[in-house]
Structure formats: structure tokens, C-alpha cells
């Protein structure tokens, strides 16, 4: 434990409270005016911001820091590669994987989820194979997967949700059989914020000796990540979605999959002998990032968990709960409100609809007041079709809102119902 | 209210929103052509009925918001009798009253009529695409061939 994580979790012994306002104080872009009103960032699923330490972190890289990695032989070179795999170790201890070289740099969870349909899937699926996914996924964790299935002839199989928005498990477990090759389901759903059960469903993945993917792009910010503890094959997650750069992200691998999984693209880097007749490829990670990579993201990504965990996962999941749960009982309390989304088990998403009013609307109505949420599909739009809407209005937190920024939601949402009364 | 926000969501605009006109399916029609907003999901499907070169009839069915709503309702009305030439010149009049410069005095075409309230959009880059929908649906009507059009 760091002496900030042990600051944090002292705090919260002393009186459980989580100062927010010391945290708010790292944000520079919080103080910022929109439209003559402070700023009210509810849109931290699509994006979170990024403290000054991560924003200083990247500056003082490319400052001093900068070179092209893995070329060893001058000065920079060193610093700037060993700036890189220090990060990727600070992301293994992150997601308590075993060892560093299962971690993987990649653009996103997008990239993660594409890296594992063309790699792994194209040589381990079949015709009539089957791939099992959710009603609640985003379409990065459906495309990749009907692209592999048009490419081998593997079925995709969809596991239904209910009205609140979880996975029906008894129809899950229906959907697993001797066919099912790959599990690839969220941790946390986007749209909703429903906590989906990783572990029974990676479980049930091996119990027919398939592999569980689970895209985390949602649960990184808000819970502790433990990849041994879930046994997950693979799990992926973004840096922008932790209060890191974009264009960087991360897949986790077991080794021996990894080992044993035909390279993503070809390049540099990526090899260790090149003739005309023959290439040998290099080890893992490496195998896996053709090209000279987002440097300077890594080293940004790496200042993120830092920060993360200096706040303290228990103490960030604790006060968003408490966030969560208030801002359910507001804007749940306004007349005409729906919300869409009411699973038992929630991290840091409010998806809701107004009566009368398209969420376009409230978005525009909201931004006027200085307040930025989401409106539209959230690149799910099978969960929209499933609760036949055409689009919600979403309110995703981070450790650093507050109640009274909640207050100014509720305030909003009910101008927005005078407007269209 | 915000005065930027009372020039957008304007009485008019509420209404046409609240009680969309010529919000139906037709049949039968000479022209059925399907709009879609990928960004945002808004789709629309507007139907014609054509006779010498004039517009008899237009109606439409969709769900969007009360922006795309309210244009596409005020556009079935303002469309009727129209030749083709008059609504080709009401597309682009339309165009550049929605897209041009906010600190400008608005550019009202001479075809507008009621549609000039449409001149808040300016102000809200981001809602364009709303307004514009309907007119993209129709043009690709009167030039026939096309069945479906999308904003990107």
C-alpha cells in the first residue's frame, strides 16, 4: 500500500467521509465555465478528465523523458523504455495479473477486443462453433464477433436481459454448451451500469472449456480489478475511461494463450529474426504491439492508476455508491421520469427518459445549464431496442462529483419539464 | 429559460413537436424514401404523392426529437404544392438559414415563410443534423432512385 492509499483508507476509518473537494482540487478542468455556468461533468462513461498529476506526468515525459523504446543503445532510449514497461507493471499490479509480460498495449478496449477475434479466434473457431455474448454489450463487444463469425462460420449466441437489465442467468447457462468457444461479456454495462456477474460467467465459460473475455472498459474506473481472482482469460480496459490519455488501453492475456496465439499485425517490434523467407516472432507482449506504440499514452496511463490508487478503489466505489444511490432517489422522485437500468448491482451510471421528451432534448436544455451528460444510444443500441426506446439520457459519475452537482441535474430535468409541459 | 434556448425551443416548434401534422403512413404514394441519423438513431420515413411536376401530398412517420420532429412536421406542411424547383430552392434556403454565421443576422430565404423560426438551430451546431433531416429525406425523393438516406 502507498502512504496515499494508506492517507485514503485512514480517512475513511476516521469518519468515513471521502473528501471530495481535496480530489476536485487535481482536476483542473472542473473550474472551468460553460456557457457562464460552472461546469458539471456527468459524462465520465464516455470519458473521465484527467488529474493535473496524469496531465503533468505526460507533459514532463515528453519534456525530458521522450525517445523511441526498445532501440537501447543511447541514453533516452533507456529512460523512455523504461518509463513504458514501468507501467505495464504498475497495470499487471493494477489488475493483479501474474506477470508483466500478459499485459498488452493496445488503442483501447476496442482494439483489445478486436486483437482477441482476429488472433485467437480465427485460429481456434470452426464452422458451428459458437461465440456467447450478452443483451447489455456495447457494439465493440458484438462487431468484432460477427466479423469473426462471417469469417469462420461460428454462430453468435446473445444472452437475454430482463426489465431491470440483468443478464438472465438461467437463460445464460441454457446458452453454454459443448459448441461455445468464447465467453466475451462486460464487467459493468455502459448504458445501464449494471454489475454483471464475471465470475459465475467466466465459471460456467470453463466448465465446456471455452475462454471468457470480459471487456472492463466500465468496471476500471469504479472497482478493483482482480484477473486471478476472476481466472479471466482475457479482460480489457481504456486509459481515458481511468482519468488517463486516449488512444491507449490495455488487454490482459494468460500467457499460455498468449504464447500460443498467431501474431495481430505485422511490423516492428513485434519480431525477433526477418528474412525474406522467414520471420521469427518475438516473445509476448511484445508479439502483440507491431509498430512503435503510444509511448507517451503508456507512461500517461501508468500516472492514472497511480492516481487511482492513491484515491483508494474501496473508497472511490464507496462514495460513488453513495453518489449512485442519491442520485437514483432524486431524479428518480421527478414525475414523469423513467429510469432505465435498475439492477440490484450498479456502478456509476443513471440512464433515464422523461416523458414527452426526446433525450436530445435534455441533453441540449442540460448544456445550457452547464451540465454534460450523454444522450443517444451509447453505442448499444440492441439494449435500447430491448426496452424499446429509441435512446436515453445518461448520467455517468466519477469519485469526483458531488451531491450538489446531482442537485443541479434534478434542477435541469425539472426546467426541462416546464419547457416542454 | 436561457434566451438562446427560448429561440430554440420556440412555442411553434412545441407544438409541431407535441402534435406533429401529416404524421402517417400513405397509400398509396409516388415517392417513400427513409432518412436516418447514425449519430443519434433518429430515423424518419417521409412519403410523396406527385402529379405534374407539383407536390400533392407529403406525410411522414419516425421518432425523433422535438427538433427533427417539429422540422420534419412544418416541412410536410410548407412542401405542398410545391413544383420541384420551388422545394429544391427551399432545401438549400433552409440549409443556409440552419448552418449560417450565429453573430449574422439570420439569412431568410424568400421561400421560407413560418420555417424562419428555424434560425435558433444556429446557435446549437450540434442539433443541425435534427433539422436537416427531413429536408435530406425530401430531396432524395424528388430525385427519386434513392430508398434510404443517412446524415453521414
Known amino acids: 500500500m502507498t502512504a496515499q492509499s494508506v492517507r485514503a483508507a485512514s480517512a475513511m476509518l476516521d469518519g468515513g467521509a471521502f473528501d471530495v473537494e481535496r480530489y476536485r482540487a487535481d482536476f483542473p478542468i472542473l473550474t472551468t465555465q460553460v456557457r457562464g455556468k460552472e461546469l458539471v461533468y456527468l459524462d465520465n462513461a464516455a470519458s473521465a478528465q484527467k488529474p493535473r498529476q496524469v496531465i503533468d506526468a505526460i507533459a514532463e515525459f ?11 543503445v543511447h541514453h533516452l532510449s533507456q529512460v523512455a523504455t523504461k518509463a513504458y514497461e514501468g507501467a505495464r507493471d504498475k497495470v499487471r499490479a493494477f489488475m493483479n495479473a501474474e506477470q508483466d509480460r500478459e499485459i498488452i498495449f493496445v488503442r483501447g478496449t476496442t482494439e483489445a477486443i478486436n486483437l482477441v477475434a482476429s488472433s485467437y479466434g480465427r485460429a ?31 454462430v453468435l449466441k446473445v444472452a437475454p436481459i430482463s426489465d431491470e437489465g440483468e443478464i438472465v442467468m438461467d437463460e445464460f447457462k441454457k446458452l453454454v454448451g459443448k459448441k461455445t468457444k468464447i465467453v466475451a461479456v462486460n464487467h459493468v454495462s455502459n448504458a445501464l451500469g449494471t454489475i454483471n456477474p464475471v ?57 499460455a494463450l498468449l504464447e500460443a496465439m498467431p501474431p495481430y499485425q505485422g511490423g516492428g517490434d513485434m519480431i525477433s529474426y526477418v528474412t525474406f523467407e522467414e520471420t521469427r516472432y518475438n516473445r509476448i507482449p511484445y508479439k502483440f504491439e507491431a509498430g512503435t506504440p503510444n509511448i507517451t499514452g503508456v507512461v500517461g496511463m501508468g500516472a492514472a492508476i497511480d492516481y487511482i490508487q492513491s484515491v483508494g478503489l474501496d473508497a472511490i466505489g464507496a462514495y460513488e455508491h453513495e453518489l449512485l444511490e442519491y442520485a437514483t432517489e432524486r431524479v428518480g422522485a421527478v414525475e414523469g421520469v423513467r429510469l432505465v437500468g435498475t439492477a440490484a448491482k450498479k456502478a456509476g451510471v ?15 436544455i442540460l448544456d445550457q445549464a452547464g451540465i454534460a451528460i450523454r444522450a443517444g444510444h451509447h453505442c448499444a443500441q440492441p439494449v435500447m431496442d430491448r426496452f424499446g426506446i429509441p435512446a436515453t439520457a445518461r448520467a455517468s459519475f466519477a469519485f469526483y462529483n458531488t451531491k450538489a452537482e446531482i442537485d443541479a441535474l434534478v434542477d435541469g430535468i425539472h426546467q426541462i419539464r416546464k419547457v416542454f409541459g | 429559460m436561457a434566451s438562446d434556448l427560448r429561440e430554440l425551443y420556440q412555442e ?14 400513405m397509400e398509396p404514394f409516388d415517392r417513400k424514401v427513409e432518412g436516418f441519423n447514425p449519430l443519434c438513431g433518429d430515423r424518419l420515413t417521409l412519403f410523396m404523392k406527385i402529379e405534374d411536376g407539383v407536390i400533392k401530398d407529403v406525410t411522414f412517420q419516425g421518432s425523433g426529437c422535438a427538433i427533427s420532429t417539429a422540422s420534419a412536421s412544418m416541412m410536410t406542411e410548407a412542401l405542398v404544392g410545391k413544383t420541384f424547383e420551388e422545394a429544391e430552392q427551399m432545401f438549400s434556403e433552409f440549409h443556409d438559414l440552419v448552418t449560417g454565421d450565429p453573430t449574422d443576422e439570420p439569412k ?45
Open chain 1, 124 to 154: 481456434n473457431l470452426q464452422a458451428g462453433d459458437e461465440i456467447l455474448i450478452t443483451h447489455l454489450e456495447h457494439h465493440s463487444n458484438i462487431v468484432p464477433w460477427q466479423i469473426l463469425c462471417q469469417q469462420t462460420g461460428a
Open chain 2, 108 to 152: 431568410v430565404g424568400e421561400h421560407l415563410d413560418k420555417l424562419e423560426i428555424f434560425a435558433g438551430i444556429r446557435e446549437f451546431p450540434a442539433r443541425v443534423k435534427c433539422a436537416t433531416l427531413c429536408w435530406h429525406t425530401a430531396k432524395a425523393a424528388l430525385e427519386g432512385g434513392q430508398k434510404s438516406v443517412s446524415t453521414e
Open chain 1, 199 to 255: 465470475d459465475e460467467i467466466i465459471a460456467l465459460a470453463h466448465e465446456v472449456g471455452a475462454v471468457a473475455l470480459i471487456d472492463g472498459a466500465q468496471s476500471a474506473p469504479h472497482l478493483a480489478i482482480d484477473v486471478r481472482a476472476l481466472d479471466a482469460d482475457f479482460y480489457a480496459f481504456s486509459s481515458h475511461k481511468i482519468f488517463g490519455p486516449t488512444g491507449v488501453g490495455v488487454l490482459y492475456g494468460k500467457a
Open chain 1, 350 to 364: 443513471l440512464s433515464f427518459v422523461i416523458d414527452g421528451v426526446h433525450p436530445h432534448d435534455v441533453g441540449t
Open chain 2, 12 to 25: 411553434v416548434i412545441l407544438d409541431h413537436n407535441k402534435k406533429p401534422r401529416n404524421f402517417r403512413e
Open chain 1, 62 to 72: 515528453d519534456r525530458a523523458s521522450y525517445a523511441n523504446i526498445h532501440r537501447g
